[in-house]
């Protein structure tokens, strides 16, 4: 049995818009789903548009959002490591892996919605029939994939991610360069999502999104299906 093999994506993008507040990836949403597909026996690498450390939302390492998966993280100085030296973007081959998952935080609205890599890496995964896994913020790097037909990706497909009310909960409204929950729909995304706060993910196809924090477990337990099946 060959070992299957996961690209995650984390943001580089540290700053929270003008406030002088720093953003980045949210922790619990890397180390819950990099532990699950571990566990599972998968490979992992790690990616980033600028390489190196991605910045990690500090907001995302306060006492209440932590759970079993971070606090392994945090004593586990080798993928401590492995988190301080991902790859560029430009350096992935897709040919190498079995299918891509996209961390949240509120990072990935600034950088990898709009990041020419990570949109061409999408869309050849998609058309090598790999499946894309993202939570939370990180669909927002679906916005701008399109199939080989021109048509968004997400177009008439079941998808989610945070909600306007999630982000109204969490004060950034006014400060997110966008509102996913109103992107994915204006794109033709057949959005779904469930109360705020509670786990939910969809999958359409070999498209997977998770709504929130919550639901980064499920999302990777789809993908682990997906790679199984």
Known sequence: MNTKKILMVLTSHADLGNTGEKTGFWIEEFATPYYAFKDAG?????????????????????????????????????????????????QVNVDEFDAVFYPGGHGPLWDLTENNDSIQLIEQFLAANKPVAAVCHAPAALLNVKDSAGEYVVKGKAVSGFT??????????????????????????????????????????????????????????????????
């Open 164 to 229: 306007n009310g999630e982000e109204a909960a969490v004060e950034l409204t006014d400060i997110v360069p966008f509102l996913l929950e109103d992107e994915l729909i204006k794109r033709g995304g057949d959005y779904q999502k469930v109360d705020d706060w509670h786990a939910f993910a969809v999958q359409d196809g070999l498209i997977i999104t998770g709504q929130n924090p919550q639901s980064s477990e499920l999302v990777a337990q789809k993908l682990l299906s997906q790679l199984n099946a």
């Open 42 to 90: 998968v490979d992992v690498v790690l990616a980033s548009p600028a390489g190196g450390q991605p910045p990690i939302d500090p907001k995302s390492e306060l006492e209440g959002f932590q759970t079993t998966a971070t606090a392994r993280y945090y004593a586990d100085s080798e993928t401590q490591k492995v988190v301080a030296n991902t790859i560029e973007l430009t």
